[in-house]
């Protein structure tokens, strides 16, 4: 089976993010990047799938020179090759998701499988839009997958429990936590990264409209925390609820 | 000339064991050190890596891998962050793959490397120290009789990593002592040749997690083939120069492990209104570990980067080794002493640290790059 996994470069989860002062962005001085842990997992699972089967695990991302370094990391993890789309500017999950949709035009892959959303601006946008663009089938949230011939059942993470559903190939597929735990890169899987094809390809000539819809107007910290007060009884705090928090 | 940049491999491959070491063997140290043993799953899953498979030719079975000192000695700096008992453990194989790898028979290649590339960890081990006052690695006191065609070994090692579980072992031994380094030989013994015996473990004051024995040998015969590179023998003084810069690479992550903790602890903990780490005091000690940090990982990389280049390293390896040693032991001193009273207890990690460092300038050779 051929599987296309897009990933994206995001700031390490371990990282304190800093909002730059005028509000258009962040700190990046000092950021660590990493693959966004959910676009790991979404590696993770095609790579199990083309280890029970055969197949071929293709990654691809849209960014800057830089971001071939996840690229290496995911060829590292054990994926076939890579592509890299590149471009300077910053695109939204619509520009993003018809160029990955331009790709699966081209290569062609039997099944994508990316992470739900990326944890830098949460959007979960990208799977859903790429199933609508193919026309083909979508499991977002996937906490399990089976795969018999060109069938495939997927269990999905929704409000209030587990849902079950199946449908057959070409389909697009979002990974949720509870999916796998990401191997780590071995010593000689890291070796031979360097020896994967990792093709580029400028994103402006893909010929598609990637003017963006969106516009990011201001970035702000999340307010600082106030520190908790203790009362006295359970009257105060019933009272207080009412009176002062005004939720009851 | 001077170049201290990682490359690209070397930095996935900090990133990556270093999330492991982080992730993973960090969180089951206190309990390894307290139970005296480490889960196998974790055993298996460092294995993944091929720490040890990986610098195995392709032909029997490995990763093919260049050989690297200062590869190696970034792997061991983040798994000694990780645990320092933990990282021997995983790395242990290495005692005895690596001199076959780098000194070894094609025969013994085949014969002895295969069993490292499969999926389950495969315990082996070296045995270089001996229990004595006045132990010299180069005057050995067991010896290696030749005897018709093979070998008769007799005498005790001490501190051997996994003896009780490794089939076979390197034991290095004296065929000629006067001819110091270069009289010595690697022998490979299986445990259950006769004459063999591994002591009950040995209860020593740190790494707990760490399995070690002594291991006796009275008149063990073995044959010419057990002598690891044949008639042309080994290049003992190097694989010793090796094992200083993999021990001492240890010790750079047990060092790293007691700043950041208590460098972190003393961002934490307040007193008189502000964080400990903004009063002098506290902030002289936490910048002169960051000093000695960087110091002792410099000399580490110089002593790799010689035995890379091809030199024996030997001074290189012995300046970064004794330089850990002591300050190794000097900053998880200083890791208890940052978190005062809480150092002391065992709901910190510092105090097994202290423990763990100690060790650097008693024991030698049971670690390889």
């Known amino acids: ?248 | 000339m001077i170049d201290f940049e990682l490359s690209e491999e070397q930095q996935m491959i900090r990133d990556s064991v270093g999330a492991f070491a982080r992730d993973e063997i960090r969180p089951a140290a206190r309990p390894a050190d307290e139970s005296g043993a480490i889960p196998a799953p974790l055993v298996a899953k460092a294995w993944q890596f091929g720490f040890v498979s990986g610098a195995i030719p392709e032909k029997f079975g490995g990763g093919g891998d260049a050989r690297s000192a200062v590869t190696g000695a970034i792997v061991a700096e983040e798994l000694g962050f990780g645990d320092l008992s933990i990282a021997i453990h995983v790395l242990a194989p290495r005692l005895f793959a690596y001199p076959i790898v780098d000194m070894g028979t094609d025969d013994q290649r085949a014969k002895y490397l295969k069993r490292f590339s499969g999926a389950d960890f495969a315990a082996a081990t070296a045995a270089v120290m001996e229990p004595r006052f006045d132990f010299d690695l180069s005057a050995l006191q067991v010896s290696a009789r030749r005897d018709g065609g093979g070998f008769v070994l007799n005498g005790a090692k001490c501190y051997v990593p996994l003896a009780a579980e490794s089939d076979s072992m390197l034991v290095y031994a004296a065929t000629d002592a006067a001819k110091g380094f270069a009289g010595v030989d690697g022998f490979i013994v299986p445990r259950a040749a006769a004459g063999v015996t591994v002591s009950e473990r040995e209860k020593n004051m740190g790494l707990k997690a760490l399995a070690t024995y002594e291991l006796t040998l009275k008149d063990c015969r073995v044959g010419a083939d057990a002598r690891v590179g044949g008639d042309k023998g080994i290049d003992f003084s190097r694989l010793m120069s090796q094992s200083r810069v993999a021990f001492a690479a240890l010790g750079v992550g047990v060092m790293n492990a007691a700043f950041e903790y208590a460098r972190d602890y003393a961002k934490e903990r307040k007193a008189f209104g502000v964080p400990i780490a903004t009063k002098q005091a506290i902030a002289f000690i936490l910048a002169d570990m960051a000093i000695e940090i960087d110091a002792a990982r410099l000399l580490v990389w110089e002593a790799a980067f010689k035995l890379d280049k091809g030199g024996d390293g030997l001074r290189e390896s012995y300046l970064a080794k004794n330089y850990v040693a002591q300050s190794a032991l000097k900053l998880t001193d200083n890791g208890v002493q940052v978190l005062g009273g809480h150092g002391y207890i065992r709901e910190h990690p510092v105090e097994m640290w202290l423990r763990n460092a100690r060790g650097f300038s008693a024991i030698d050779g049971i670690a390889t790059v």
């Open chain 1, 1 to 248: 089976m051929k599987i296309l996994v897009p990933i994206k470069r995001v700031p390490d989860p371990a990282t304190t993010i800093r909002v730059l002062p005028d509000g258009t962005g962040i700190a990046t001085d000092n950021v660590k990047w990493v693959i966004n842990p959910f676009c790991e997992i979404a590696i993770e699972e095609a790579l199990r799938i083309k280890e029970k089967q055969t197949g071929e695990v293709i990654l691809v991302t849209v960014g800057q020179s830089t971001w071939q370094e996840q690229l290496r990391t995911g060829l590292a993890m054990g994926a076939d090759r890579a592509i890299l789309v590149k471009t300077d500017a910053a695109l939204d999950s619509l520009a993003i998701a018809k160029i990955l949709a331009k790709i699966a035009g081209d290569e062609k892959p039997d099944l994508i499988i990316l992470g739900k959303q990326a944890i830098d601006d949460d959007a979960n946008q990208v799977g859903q839009m790429v199933a609508e663009m193919l026309g083909w089938p979508q499991a977002t949230f996937a906490s399990k997958i089976e795969i018999a011939a060109d069938k495939i059942s997927v269990m999905r993470e929704v409000d209030g429990g587990l849902e079950t559903i199946a449908f057959k190939i070409p389909a697009v597929i979002t990974a949720d936590l509870r999916l796998n735990e990401p191997r780590y890169a071995s010593l000689p899987g890291i070796m031979k990264a360097r020896k994967k094809e990792l093709k580029e390809i400028a994103a402006d000539s893909l010929g598609v409209d990637l003017a963006p819809k969106l516009k990011v107007k201001t970035l702000a910290a999340p307010p600082k925390r106030q520190g908790g007060r203790k009362v006295a009884s359970a009257q105060e705090m019933v009272s207080l609820l009412h009176t002062e928090a005004k939720v009851i």
